[in-house]
């Protein structure tokens, strides 16, 4: 799909998925224009799940990883938060883009829980060191030592097909383990915040579905292919 602008404005498509009339995407939250600002950022699927911005989260509009909107969160107070609940699900992807900066280390990027403050998360992507970022899921960390650095913008995602995890950087898949479900999904997915303290940096285009997607499926959506 292409999309211009008369006035030369930058322009970005928004797209929200189904099949035959049902849709399987939960959460889609672009951060973009319009739809964002010091209060909440709108989730484009038709459950309408906005996510509240909370503290020290200011959006910007020209801070994501394509050059358009984007939340910066201050590492003290700042997070968003969507009250989705995927309790029940057997089938799961969650997506976003997340970028450090001088971020402190054991803090949680993004967290799937009944609580902000959680220590039993269903989901947590926890900075681990000032260089490395590992996976939480199935009651315990799963995959750890993945690369991330300050100042770059790194793409994640984790899926579950009901009987095994894979977690992906860039569009790459990163590991897997077969394990089950772990912790209820209830509960709220907040970007910014997970055990233990709050991430410094940006979060971009977040997405929650209630399918487990294809490794070429996630390749595509990173390299804005669809």
Known sequence: ISTADADGDIVKNIITWYNNVSTYQNLYL??????????YTKDYTNFSINASVNGGAVWNSTGGYD????????????????DLSGSGWNNLTVMFWAKPINSPTSVGIFQWANSLS???PYILLQRDTSTSARWFASNDYRLTNLTINNNNWYHFAITF??????????????????????????????????????????????QVYKKSLSPEQIGAIYANRT
């Open 67 to 82: 050059g358009r909107g984007a939340y910066r969160c201050d590492g003290t107070s700042g997070y968003l938060q969507s």
């Open 161 to 206: 097909n009901g009987s095994a995890w894979s977690f992906y950087t860039n569009g790459s898949l990163s590991g897997f383990y077969t394990g089950g479900p772990g912790a209820s999904g209830s509960g709220s997915l907040y970007y910014c915040n997970g055990y233990d303290g709050y991430f410094a940096g940006m979060i971009d285009d977040a």
């Open 118 to 120: 959680s220590g039993t």
């Open 30 to 39: 672009p951060m973009e224009g319009g739809t964002s600002n010091s209060t």
